[in-house]
């Protein structure tokens, strides 16, 4: 292999795993490194957690310093370096060094660009008001923390319910601070569905958290005469006023392309830099990986935007291969994300219902509220389940999990399901570990592939949370199986009651002209019900994911009619 001049722009998650495998292929290369701030190899992902004290020391977060990749890597490591230019006809760079304000040119035989996605700063009125912060860097954070203690900071909002916004509400409500969370949309986390969503606003509100959503901020402004002193108020669209010492703005990011931009680079219809399977863009020396890219969603097979840093590492050794002779395509991505939120973590991968049912694509999905591991051994917990899959073929499209434990070994198989295009009897015969401690004899994946599967063999007709309000108006009968002290603990309105073990004797109580959709706790006595109902000659449909699923969505979801 000859050698080469490799630039890269961005020297982070992407831009330092290309380089480090560019090496490894290349000993005799040169390979320069350009990043606009002070730092390369940071853990971007563990900012929020400096913040609330449980990543005590900032060097923590420095996974390589420059002097680190020179020795191990023999890296030309250049921090305070913004790249301004890239002239992709003559294959030069214009660099800036930020310290010296000195500009300089370097030429190149490949460039890579990870330059990355920055915070999303729409023009609402008074967003640049001091006490305003983005999360993107180290210097960010050591600028929140600054003005947290310069102000003794007692109160926060967070603009924006994605992972960083709830990450962050999270380490400041550890750090004492009272926190509100001001989000447009009527759910936090929006890759989840709103009714997996609604166990993290339960959540937050048990910590005391306020949640405004469905909200959206109408503009910032200083606080009025009459009211506490505060950096600012965020005034939201209904008109309700939130005082804050400390703002944090996590309203999203957007892919970096100006670079791309300005050297004529093909641009995507979401905005990033369109490249090939081989991560190579419009021009065959430029090659453009992590959060400034569209990828092809492994699922719906559309060009999106997925800004993660599993991705952005992947990308960065595949492109280095690529231009070191190891051919490689990267294979899209699945947005396989997890969010841990106080005692709760919450996962997805895949599609969502509301993506597919945006592109019109068939699905049909299940619940499922299995436990952690073995019921009898002590400390499971139940864990919210939904998969999505095909309701032709039974392949699985995509899948979310909450809960106290168990959410990310489940939503990793289901993960990795995904991947390879397995169908949901794939799923119940997948062999997973068990133990008492650790699961049950059937891991809740098996489980979720055997509800699934029930409805796909037909054994049963399922009814959705959100439909239950307009088949009840249409005359269908709601059958609650539970037992007496679970019905005392909470029914759904309307709903008559006969406990599983008694159905089989009071089936003359039911109506043989109306539907019947059963319940009960998490849908699994109720689909015996159903069975038996069916195999009676009754018109019959099980509630997925039954009372819990339903309750969740009532208290806390879009059953609670908008009165978030
Ligand atoms: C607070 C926070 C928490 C996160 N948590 C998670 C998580 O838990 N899990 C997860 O999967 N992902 C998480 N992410 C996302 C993840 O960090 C990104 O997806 C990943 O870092 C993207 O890698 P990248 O190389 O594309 O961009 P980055 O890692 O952002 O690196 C881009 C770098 O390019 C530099 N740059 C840009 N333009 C220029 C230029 N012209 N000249 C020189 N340098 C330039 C920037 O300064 C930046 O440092 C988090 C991100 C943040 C901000």
């Given at each position: 292999m000859d050698a080469k001049r490799l630039l890269i722009v961005g020297g982070v998650a992407g831009?330092?795993?290309?380089?480090?495998?560019?090496?490894?292929?290349?000993?005799?290369?040169?390979?320069?490194v350009f990043e606009r701030g002070p730092h390369v190899s940071f853990a971007n992902c563990g900012l929020p957690y400096y913040v609330g004290g449980e990543i005590e020391e900032e060097k923590k977060l420095i996974v390589q310093t420059p002097d680190g990749l020179r020795s191990r890597f023999n890296l030309d490591i250049r921090v305070n370096s913004?790249?301004?230019?890239?002239?992709?006809?003559?294959?030069?760079?214009?660099?800036?060094?930020?310290?010296?304000?000195?500009?300089?040119?370097?030429?190149?035989?490949?460039?890579?660009?990870?330059?990355?996605?920055a915070p999303l700063m729409p023009p609402i009125p008074g967003i640049d008001r001091p006490g305003h912060f983005t999360v993107r860097n180290i210097p960010d954070v050591e600028a929140i923390m600054d003005w947290v203690k310069l102000k003794q900071a007692r109160s926060a909002v967070i603009v924006g319910g994605g992972y960083i916004g709830l990450e962050m509400a999270e380490q400041l409500h550890h750090r004492g601070l009272a926190v509100a969370i001001a989000e447009a949309l009527p759910q936090v986390m929006a890759?989840?569905?709103?009714?997996?969503?609604?166990?993290?606003?339960?959540?937050?509100?048990?910590?005391?958290?306020?949640?405004?959503?469905?909200?959206?901020?109408?503009?910032?402004?200083?606080?009025?005469?009459?009211?506490?002193?505060?950096?600012?108020?965020?005034?939201?669209?209904?008109?309700?006023?939130?005082?804050?010492?400390?703002?944090?703005?996590?309203?999203?990011?957007?892919?970096?392309?100006?670079?791309?931009?300005?050297?004529?680079?093909?641009i995507g219809e979401r905005g990033g830099i369109r490249v090939n399977d081989r991560l190579q863009t419009s021009d065959p020396h430029i090659w453009a990986v992590g959060d400034a890219i569209e990828v092809r969603d492994v699922v719906t097979g559309g060009r999106t935007l997925i800004p993660l840093a599993g991705p952005a590492n992947r990308q960065g050794r595949i492109a280095a291969g690529n231009i070191f002779g190891r051919a490689g395509k990267y294979p899209g991505t699945l947005g396989t994300a997890i969010l841990r939120l106080f005692d709760l973590s919450a996962a997805c991968t895949g599609a969502s219902e509301k993506t597919l049912s945006k592109l019109g694509v068939p699905f049909q999905a299940v619940h499922l509220h299995p436990a952690s591991h073995a019921g009898y051994y002590p400390g499971a917990h139940p864990v919210a389940l939904k998969i999505i899959f095909s309701p032709e073929s039974g392949k699985l499209l995509g899948a979310q999990a909450v809960g106290h434990e168990g959410v990310d070994k489940r939503i990793d198989v289901l993960a990795t399901a995904l991947k390879v295009g397995m169908t949901v009897d794939d799923l119940v015969n997948l062999e997973l570990e068990y133990a008492p401690p650790s699961n049950s004899a059937r891991d809740p994946v098996n489980q979720?592939?055997?509800?699934?599967?029930?409805?796909?063999?037909?054994?049963?007709?399922?009814?959705?949370?959100?439909?239950?309000?307009?088949?009840?108006?249409?005359?269908?009968?709601?059958?609650?199986?539970?037992?007496?002290?679970?019905?005392?603990?909470?029914?759904?309105?309307?709903?008559?009651?006969?406990?599983?073990?008694?159905?089989r004797q009071r089936l003359h109580e039911l109506p043989k002209d109306r539907e019947i959709i059963t319940h009960c706790q998490t849908g699994q006595r109720s689909y015996i019900a159903c069975r038996i109902l069916t195999q009676h000659g009754f018109k019959a449909r099980n509630l997925t994911g039954s009372y819990r699923t339903w309750k969740i969505a009532r208290d806390h979801g879009p059953l609670s009619g908008g009165h978030l």
């Open positions: 831009g330092a795993s290309a380089a480090a495998r560019a090496r490894r292929l290349s000993e005799t290369s040169e390979i320069i913004e790249v301004t230019a890239v002239d992709a006809h003559m294959k030069r760079i214009e660099v800036r060094d930020l310290q010296t304000g000195k500009n300089y040119s370097e030429s190149y035989d490949d460039l890579i660009l990870s330059t990355g996605a890759p989840l569905d709103p009714e997996m969503a609604a166990w993290l606003h339960a959540e937050l509100r048990s910590r005391k958290i306020s949640l405004h959503l469905g909200d959206a901020v109408a503009r910032f402004e200083a606080p009025g005469d009459h009211e506490p002193a505060a950096a600012s108020v965020v005034v939201l669209k209904s008109g309700a006023r939130l005082a804050a010492d400390l703002v944090i703005l996590g309203l999203g990011v957007k892919p970096e392309t100006g670079l791309a931009r300005g050297a004529g680079l093909a979720a592939g055997m509800v699934a599967q029930n409805v796909l063999r037909k054994d049963v007709d399922i009814v959705q949370w959100h439909e239950v309000d307009a088949l009840c108006a249409e005359q269908a009968l709601l059958l609650d199986v539970r037992d007496d002290a679970e019905r005392e603990a909470g029914a759904i309105p309307g709903s008559l009651h006969i406990p599983l073990p008694q159905l």
